[in-house]
């Protein structure tokens, strides 16, 4: 069993930038590939980026594709997603996700604010 916790996220103004963290506990988490998702208000659960059990493989959402960078630190058993240039559209609950081929687990999520 893995469990996923996200931190990271708060109110910031648009243009500027968070840093969101995904601490997985349980089982390590370096043979999973891991990603990010978030959910606005209204609206269903989209793809944000995600990153393969190496990271040496990264796949971003075309909406945040140059703004948003998605690492990991497999000796921390953590995944990150540095975001920049903010957008008030960026608002949303941001989701960690790890999985393999067997497994697919999520995180609580973190809310994410952007102002105008």
């Known amino acids: 069993q893995v469990q996923l916790v996200e931190s990271g996220g708060g109110l910031v103004q648009a243009g500027g930038s968070l840093r969101l963290s995904c601490a997985g506990s349980?089982?390590?988490?370096?043979?999973?590939?891991m990603g990010w998702f978030r959910q606005a208000p209204g609206k269903g659960r989209e793809f944000v980026a995600r990153?393969?059990?190496?990271?040496?493989?990264?796949v971003y959402a075309d909406s945040v594709k140059g703004r948003f960078t998605i690492s990991r630190d497999n000796a921390k058993n953590t995944s990150y997603l540095q975001m920049n240039s903010l957008k008030p559209e960026d608002t949303a609950v941001y989701y960690c996700?790890?999985?393999?081929?067997?497994?697919?687990?999520w995180g609580q999520g973190t809310q994410v604010t952007v102002s105008s």
């Open positions: 996700n790890a999985r393999t081929l067997l497994f697919n687990y």
């Open positions: 349980g089982r390590t988490v370096r043979t999973y590939g």
């Open positions: 990153i393969n059990y190496s990271g040496d493989s990264t």
